[in-house]
Each structure stands twice: as C-alpha cells, then as structure tokens.
C-alpha cells in the first residue's frame, strides 16, 4: 500500500470519526452545564490509592491482600515494565528492595510455571485482582502469576509516538518479557485489548506459549469476518475505533469530569449485572490512567485502525489453526461493543480436531458483559484454573 492510499484511507477513518464526536462533544457540553467547565475539565492531583497497595474487597473486606510489586526491565530495548506478582516465586529471580527483578538463572523447566495476564483499555493490572488473589498462598507452588501494567500504561514506561504502539512493537513486549523473567514459555491470560495482543502473540512468537486464555476478543480474522457483514457491528457497537482515531479530542472525552468515561465504561450493564467496581476500587484504574497515560492507550487504536501507522504486518499464516497448544475463549454475551457472532466465528479458527491438539474451545456465559473477569470474578477464576489444570493433562 503506497503512502497515498494510507493517507486517504486514514481521512476516511478519520471523517466516520468526526461523525461520533458530536455524541462525545455533547457529553462534555453537558458536563459543562452542570457542573461548569472548571470542574469539568478539573486535573486533580492523585495520592497513591488505598487500593493499590492492597486491597479488600467490598464482599469481604475481613480478606486483605497484600499486593507485591515489581518491574522488569527488557534488557534488547530498555522497556521498563511494571507488574504485581502472586503464587510462588521463583529461586531463579532475585525481587530487590527498589522494585526490580533480577535474573540469576535461567528457569529451565524447573519451579513454578509463568501466568502471565494482560490487561484491556481502560484497565491495568488491577482488573485481574481476583485471580491474583485466589493464587496469594503460602500452599500455590506450581504457578508464578504476573499481571502486568502493558506498554503506556500505570508504572511502565510510556513510549513517544503512534508507531510505537503498534501489534509487532506490544506483541514483541510479550516475547521480552517472558525472556526477561527467565522463562521459555508462559500460559498468557488476556482480555479486550490484552487479547488483540495475544492473538498477534499466537502468529509472530507461538514458541513463548503453551496455552492462550482469551476473555472477549475474537480472533481477528473473526471480528473482520463479522464486521464484513454487520453494518451494527461496524459503525454502532465498534463506533470508538473510528472516534479514537482523530487527534487530542478522544483524550479530552475520556478524561473529563475525572474520568466519568472509566464508571460509565466498567459499570455498564443491566439487571443481569451482579458485581460493581466501587469506588475505592475505581480511584486505582483513574491512578493508572492519568497523566500520560491517556494518549498512550488510545495510539493502541490509532496504531491498530489508521493505514499511515501500518508496517511489519505479519503474514496471514493464521497459525492459530496449527499451533500445538490450546486456546480457550471465554465471552460474556451481553458484551455491548462485540457481538457474540464473533465468538461463535473464532471456532473457524481454533486448532481442530485433526490437530493434535483438540482441546481449544469457546465458551459462553450468559447475564455477563465484557469485562468479564469483573463480572463473574468468581466464575472466571475457576475457569483459569481448569484451563492451567488440563494443560497439566
């Protein structure tokens, strides 16, 4: 594709855009009439959530854990990466005072296997609180969990640049970061945007996996499939992949009346909806989305949809359909941006039955939305478990 083409077909994006920035403009001039534009646009500045040290849930706040906190950084490219760990901690990393991870060695198929959970927009490693909870015991000796904070976001470095945030460039932090914490393979657990991640994962370094755990997101031949012949799925449900792609406004909309865009977002639902984020709970996910933050997270987007930032585009080998491992994807129906036809089409491109491995799988679960692992926290954790439990088959 000559450069062009890609500009012309970035205005093109860019004008479907423009049309969704009236409803994103008229909620900010809304806010402005109620609560007037200082409060509105109002940066305030954060202390440290209470939450984010350790937390207690509302359902039981007699249970504190204790987050552990720790970086690695990607010795290829200098990649500083913030993570909370839980389960067991392997002899062959050194956790300083300061933080950072040290390599001793190797871990060579010896000692706990790596977990290794990737977060969605507009979250951070907080949203996989539950399963690194139910993995906080003296008795877990058989995994190492590692939520991390993805490229741009909470504690880890912030890159300059739309380019920078491209598939290859998050799909190579992966591959770097299994490498840095001294593992050859890691069972990856994703979602939304940590999924899109995963998927790129399975087609450029399939050998740094031994099983995929996705919570709503489709393979993404299947949601190109499905976008093909939904028009609703196209231009209403997926109408943000347009707007984030124009400049400085999508930042401005997520940010305003402090970050109204995370509760509207994280606490959709109808009657069906049975877990809420508090707001304890909410101050960790503003904490790790302020600041630069921002416009990190939504050049995923720009990077993803715009054609002037595409390059190194994998080829369309689709290996997902070969590959030795297993895949699981989980869907909450009531997910409101992706129709579940999406799901169903992911089936296409699941390992079959003539593979050898003919363990992969898509599961529904009714009365949930897309942030799932919220949701049915409970559910989703016991899932996580069986799947770590049949790749030990």
């Known amino acids: ?228 012949s939904s028009l609703k799925q196209t231009l209403i449900r997926s109408w943000y992949m347009f707007f984030f792609a124009l400049p400085v406004l999508p930042e401005i909309y997520i940010s305003h009346n402090d970050f109204r865009f995370l509760e509207e977002n994280l606490n959709m639902g109808g009657e069906w909806k049975k877990n809420i984020v508090d707001q304890d709970e909410m101050d960790v996910y503003k904490y790790s989305l302020d600041g630069a933050s921002i416009n990190a997270s939504i050049n995923y987007y720009r990077a993803l949809v715009l054609p002037i930032y595409q390059h190194g585009v994998a080829p369309k080998t689709t290996r997902s359909l070969t590959v030795k491992f297993p895949i699981r994807l989980v869907w909450g129906t009531q997910d409101p941006y992706m129709d579940v036809a999406m799901a169903e089409r992911t089936k296409v491109y699941l390992p079959g039955t003539e593979s050898s491995n003919s363990r992969s799988e898509v599961l529904l679960v009714p009365d949930a939305g897309h942030f799932l692992q919220q949701d049915e926290p409970e559910l989703i954790t016991k899932m996580v478990k069986q799947f770590l439990a049949d790749l030990e088959d």
Not at 66 to 85: A, I, L, Q
Not at 153 to 164: E, F
Not at 180 to 186: A, E, F, H, I, N
């Open 1 to 228: 594709m000559n450069l062009a083409v890609k500009i012309i077909g970035s205005l093109l994006l860019m004008l479907v855009g423009a049309l969704w920035s009236i409803y994103a403009l008229m909620k900010i001039m809304t806010s402005c009439l109620r609560h007037g534009t200082e409060k509105t646009f109002e940066k305030k500045s954060r202390n440290i959530p209470k939450f984010y040290e350790s937390w207690k849930p509302s359902k039981d706040p007699g249970l504190e854990t204790k987050w552990k906190h720790s970086y690695v950084t990607t010795p290829n490219n200098g990649m500083r990466f913030h993570f909370v760990r839980s389960g067991q901690s392997p002899d062959h990393l050194n956790f300083e005072a300061n933080g950072q991870t040290k390599l001793k060695s190797r871990a060579n198929g010896r000692g706990p296997k790596l977990v290794l959970c990737l977060h969605g927009f507009p979250e951070c490693w907080f949203s996989w609180r539950h399963l690194l909870r139910e993995f906080d015991s003296e008795d877990e000796t058989s995994y190492f969990v590692v939520a991390i904070d993805s490229r741009g976001y909470g504690g880890s470095d912030v890159t300059s640049g739309v380019s920078s945030y491209h598939l290859s460039h998050l799909s190579s932090d992966v591959k770097n970061i299994v490498t840095s914490l001294g593992y050859d393979v890691c069972t990856l657990v994703s979602h939304d945007w940590g999924g899109v991640v995963a998927w790129e994962v399975v087609e450029r370094y399939p050998e740094v996996l031994d099983g995929l755990f996705v919570i709503n997101c489709p393979h993404p031949n299947a949601g190109t499939d499905i976008g093909k």
